[in-house]
């Protein structure tokens, strides 16, 4: 390949970035924003009830957990929203695949992945060997907000 061809299409690659970064400055601006009252104490709940550990894979790091709702805050009532039977606590990686409707677990605790792909499955690194939720954890108060996200997400 010669050279001067090289450099005229490094040039235009050049040209293109400049050309996609016109007008971006980073600037910011005020918003107002809705804060989710008690959230912090269904967090805490949660944490309590699911003993400081992800539900499916045991993690203990509090600042990789999340406290997530079974059945999201916006299809929730106001009495749901602070259930903390309509919560579980999940690490990052499994709380957005659930939060998504990419995943969702069963009665008996095991995840459904069904849609996911074993690519994506082996690039987010989850262990598939085992992932379920203890079933001594879940209620039948769970299995019903859980049964609600399986079908608001078309698993069922």
Request: glycine content about 8%; hydrophobic content about 35%.
């Amino acid at each position: 390949m010669p050279l001067t061809f090289v450099i005229e299409s490094l040039k235009n690659e050049a040209e293109n970035l400049a050309t996609s970064l016109e007008g971006f400055y980073g600037e910011e601006r005020e918003v107002i924003a809705k804060y989710r009252i008690n959230q912090g104490k269904f967090r805490e709940l949660l944490l309590k009830y699911w003993g400081g550990h992800c539900a499916v894979s045991s993690l203990s790091e509090p600042k990789l957990l999340i406290a997530s709702h079974i059945l999201p805050w916006s299809k929730s009532t106001p009495g749901q929203k602070g259930d903390p039977f309509n919560g579980l606590l999940l690490s990052v990686s499994w709380d957005s695949l659930f939060d998504k409707g990419m995943i969702s677990f069963d009665n008996s605790g095991k995840a459904i992945l069904e849609k996911l792909t074993n690519e994506t499955i082996e690039c987010l690194g989850l262990n598939i060997e085992k992932p379920i939720i203890h079933p001594d954890k879940l209620t039948s108060e769970h299995k019903q907000y859980l049964r609600k996200h399986r079908e608001l997400h078309g698993f069922e």
